[in-house]
């Protein structure tokens, strides 16, 4: 796979701002004097960093694979080896929180009571890799919906790529599309044209990369920042387009010093384990919730900072065991000789 360094840490440390943002936002609910860490604009608005995501994931994608498929085979090949990049993490983390459904029927707490709202068709449509198509509201492991997504529109990508020629028109329509859709009422269901949206406006900023004028990445870096920080509904439409526009600043910054210091080593691997920080930091926030909760710690600017931090090094060390045994193996593990365009 080629790499961009910067854009590698770029992933790792917008996913550490997800897991701050959940942490306050879908755990804790309510403190009266909440912690600096989630108390401010950046993390309250990090749900759009999951545009930033997909842009990247575009961009990556077509950086690596917009040249090398050229047949059927080609095509299906992409699709299985991303299947097995996302599922098998994506598996066990489903399986993680129907085990916490069933905790629930034995464990009484002040949540919601047990498969009321993690059902059966939840579960079917979590293990399908359907639930953002068809379910209205996330479900089980709650950031994985954009996992979900971005599954299928691989398969779009793949599909696209051999209409060779004609592919950047058809980019380009989807791009239109989806950014209509996205205007429509908020009520609208809009995961999987949101995930459209992003992701081709960042292939198409691969197509772009080397042919136009790039703007000074630090400038940029800080932009991107500021959008996040004053988004709103309305911003869906303008934020991936700021964003591609930081991407290809940071791709062409090559020997700045925005560069090197993006592409320090410990932010570069926090990049690389970051599948896993956004797969299973929900899960580690359930746990500390119920320590909370039944330990009757009460919170404060403080005692929530601790309990952050302290949540934080839980995330990055189960992210690093879960890269090592569950997302390296499986992508290691496949080998197929009769696909060799791809390998």
């Not at 936002?25 to 989630?38: E, F, G, H, N, Y």
Request: net charge positive.
């Amino acid at each position: 796979m080629k790499k961009i360094l910067p854009l590698e840490s770029l992933r790792g440390l917008a996913a550490l701002v997800v897991v701050l943002h959940h942490s306050h936002a879908q755990i804790w609910r309510a403190v009266d004097s909440p912690s600096w860490l989630v108390n401010n604009p950046l993390v309250s608005n990090a749900s759009y960093m999951v545009d930033l995501f997909f842009v990247l994931s575009g961009f990556v994608i077509a950086l690596n694979y917009a040249e090398r498929i050229k047949t059927w085979d080609d095509a299906w090949s992409f699709q299985v080896k991303r299947f097995w990049r996302l599922y098998p993490l994506r598996l066990v983390m489903l399986l993680v929180f129907a085990a916490i459904e069933c905790l629930k029927l034995f464990w009484a707490n002040n949540e919601s009571p047990a498969f009321m709202h993690n059902d059966g068709e939840a579960f079917v449509n979590n293990l399908l890799l359907t639930q953002s198509l068809y379910l209205p509201d996330t479900t089980f492991n709650y950031p994985a919906w954009s996992i979900s997504t971005e599954f299928y529109a691989y398969a779009v990508f793949g599909l696209l790529v051999l209409l060779g020629r004609f592919f950047i028109p058809a980019a380009i329509s989807i791009v239109l599309i989806a950014g209509a859709i996205l205007l429509l009422p908020p009520d609208y269901q809009v995961m999987f044209p949101r995930c459209l949206y992003a992701f081709f406006i960042g292939v198409l900023a691969y197509k772009a990369h080397g042919r136009t004028p790039t703007l000074p990445a630090l400038p940029m870096l800080i932009a991107s920042v500021v959008g996040v920080c004053l988004a709103h509904d309305a911003w869906r439409v303008v934020l991936p387009l700021l964003f591609a526009l930081t991407i290809l600043s940071l791709a062409a910054s090559n020997g700045t010093r925005t560069y090197r210091a993006l592409s320090a080593p410990w932010l570069v691997f926090l990049g690389t384990i970051s599948y896993s920080v956004y797969m299973t930091h929900a899960a580690v926030w359930w746990l500390a919730r119920q320590i909370v909760l039944r330990g009757h710690i009460r919170l404060n600017a403080w005692t929530e900072t601790l309990v952050i931090l302290v949540g934080v090094a839980v995330v990055l060390g189960v992210s690093v065991v879960s890269y090592k045994l569950i997302e390296d193996r499986f992508r290691k593990g496949l080998r197929v000789q009769n696909w060799p365009a791809l390998n």
